[in-house]
């Protein structure tokens, strides 16, 4: 399902890079194999699966939704989740609005979207981490953060990445051994836990950070804001419920019923016909291997009855023969 929405996301992209070249031809032929390649996938994963979770780019997640949306596909009969793993401000508060003619269109389906996105954290320490950052980014003029844009929180996990490496040669060194014994320096990393940037930092047996993710969604439909309703701790495995979370917006309505209008002359899947000949053969196949097992069994019977009479044949033969020569002796 992930992979049919994104080769969907893939597709929208394709397309759209194709429009800004030259060439009507070109275009037009591009846009039907996106047509084909979203009734294919759409069919697929909008109208049978229940939940449909993406991780694409935000103008790809705006398509997606405004497609689902004008099929009547955000109406609670289906549960949207996007994947954003790095606090921008494209994603969350405003991420549907573009200035366009489809902004009052995109707020009402991203009314529908859930966002699991990293935990942010409020500590004044990873604020005045992120002012710092942001200062030295801009000086440098290796990127240019827009206002009120968070600093990405993998720039955290790499400071934090620094400090376990730090704290792991730091006692390897203490303990007399040598800083280039990678066996021990690992070994030192895992299973701990420490102190971030950010937060509480912890790694598991394996070697890989329990991360603490938060679900947003949309509380205010006027206004068509964002804010967090719940938050996943992964060192212990517990989910908080904030007060904006609504249990109906995760739970499923009218699942039974089919929203997606009917169309005769496009069809993404096996007809009625193909479904017939597939149950028929199956059938065929059935009764073909039957026939063969049964007829396998009677013959090993047939051959096991008839060896113990070939025996006794070839025994009386055996007994004639002697008495005819005994015979012939007796008479010389």
């Not at 494209?90 to 859930?114: H, T, V």
């Not at 895992?190 to 509480?200: H, K, L, S, V, Y």
């Not at 495995?237 to 997606?260: A, S, V, Y």
């Not at 069809?267 to 028929?280: D, F």
Request: contains cysteine.
């Amino acid at each position: 399902m992930t992979g049919a929405i994104v080769a969907l996301g893939a597709a929208l992209s394709h397309v759209r890079e194709r429009e800004s070249h030259p060439g009507q031809l070109l275009k037009r032929t591009r846009t039907k194999i996106w047509c084909d390649t979203y009734c294919q996938i759409e069919a697929r994963c909008l109208i049978e699966k229940s939940f449909i979770i993406m991780c694409a780019g935000a103008d790809i997640i705006r398509d997606i939704m405004l497609a689902a949306h004008r099929r009547r596909l955000t109406n609670g009969s289906k549960i949207f989740f996007n994947i954003e793993l790095f606090n921008s401000s494209s994603y969350g508060n405003g991420s549907w609005w573009r200035g366009d003619k489809y902004d009052a269109e995109a707020k009402l389906a991203y009314a529908a979207l859930n966002t699991v996105t990293l935990l942010r954290s409020v500590k004044a320490e990873f604020e005045n981490f992120s002012i710092e950052v942001k200062k030295s980014t801009q000086k440098a003029g290796i990127y240019n953060h827009d206002d009120g844009e968070n600093v990405n929180m993998f720039v955290e996990g790499f400071h934090d990445a620094l400090l376990l490496y730090a704290l792991a040669l730091h006692e390897v060194m203490k303990n007399g051994f040598s800083k280039k014994d990678g066996a021990q320096i690992t070994h030192r990393m895992w299973n701990r836990t420490f102190e971030g940037i950010a937060g509480q930092v912890s790694i598991d047996s394996n070697g890989d950070r329990n991360g603490d993710f938060s679900v947003m969604a949309m509380t205010d439909q006027e206004a068509g804001t964002f804010e967090v309703v719940m938050n996943y701790f992964g060192v212990n495995r517990t989910i908080q419920m904030l007060p904006g979370f609504n249990r109906e917006r995760f739970t499923l309505k009218d699942r039974h019923r089919n929203t997606f209008p009917e169309h005769p002359n496009q069809s993404c899947g096996l007809g009625v016909s193909a479904v017939t000949g597939i149950i028929v053969g199956a059938l065929l196949g059935t009764a073909l291997l039957m026939a063969f097992y049964f007829f396998r069994k009677n013959y090993r019977i047939t051959i096991e009855r008839r060896i113990p009479r070939e025996d006794c044949n070839i025994g009386k033969h055996r007994q004639l023969r002697e008495d005819s020569i005994r015979s012939n002796f007796s008479a010389a």
